[in-house]
T-cell receptor, first 114, second 115 residues
């Protein structure tokens, strides 16, 4: 079955430290992959997406993600976290063949401490 | 409008009541999606429209759930005879083009609480 897994339910980092949020996917073929951020009371905001080509994808707010086929992973990274990055982060995948069903992970909650 | 809007933002219903949740997608967006997000979980796909056509409703949890988009713009998700397990945030998203490569823009959601 198609799925996206986020192994870390909650992560705490210090402001200014680097961040990596893990995402693993299970699809028959290479899916489209996305990272979204959700702040309290806000809608989901797209950070970045991967369809094909360069496996290192740059997004908004200084985030990047790397697609690694050998590890079935699409981890999100940021070199220096800001307090405003505290939010819920969701990885999502979409089957290239069906093109309409998103499968979201269960999310990783990020806390940033001063 | 500038983004996807949803109304109401909050809805409290007594068990057994019917509810209707509205989604106004970004003007001109062809595709529209509904998701259900339970507390502490990621959004789960419910249904998908291309214009007025409902092309995929495989995620609707039961026949109490019904969605429509009669004129290819505004969409309504209706839940009949609500149950406590229906309590969740219902998210709507729209995208400009057909197919899966275009970005989905999400609304703020409607938080449904069934007592």
């Amino acid at each position: 079955a198609q799925s996206v897994t986020q192994p870390d339910i909650h992560i705490t980092v210090s402001e200014g430290a680097s961040l990596e949020l893990r995402c693993n996917y299970s699809y028959g073929a290479t899916p489209y992959l996305f990272w979204y951020v959700q702040s309290p009371g806000q809608g989901l905001q797209l950070l970045l997406k991967y369809f094909s080509g360069d496996t290192l994808v740059q997004g908004i707010k200084g985030f990047e993600a790397e697609f690694k086929r050998s590890q079935s992973s699409f981890n999100l990274r940021k070199p220096s976290v800001h307090w405003s990055d505290a939010a819920e982060y969701f990885c999502a995948g979409e089957d290239q063949n069906t093109g309409n069903q998103f499968y979201f992970g269960t999310g990783t909650s990020l806390t940033v401490i001063p | 409008g500038a983004g996807v809007s949803q109304s109401p933002r909050y809805k409290v219903a007594k068990r057994g009541q019917d509810v209707a949740l509205r989604c106004d997608p970004i003007s001109g967006h062809v595709s529209l999606f509904w998701y259900q997000q339970a507390l502490g979980q990621g959004p789960e796909f419910l249904t998908y429209f291309q214009n007025e056509a409902q092309l995929d409703k495989s995620g609707l949890p039961s026949d109490r759930f019904f969605a429509e988009r009669p004129e290819g713009s505004v969409s309504t998700l209706k839940i009949q005879r609500t149950q406590q397990e229906d309590s969740a945030v219902y998210l709507c998203a729209s995208s400009r083009d057909l197919g899966g490569t275009d970005t989905q823009y999400f609304g703020p959601g409607t938080r449904l609480t069934v007592l």
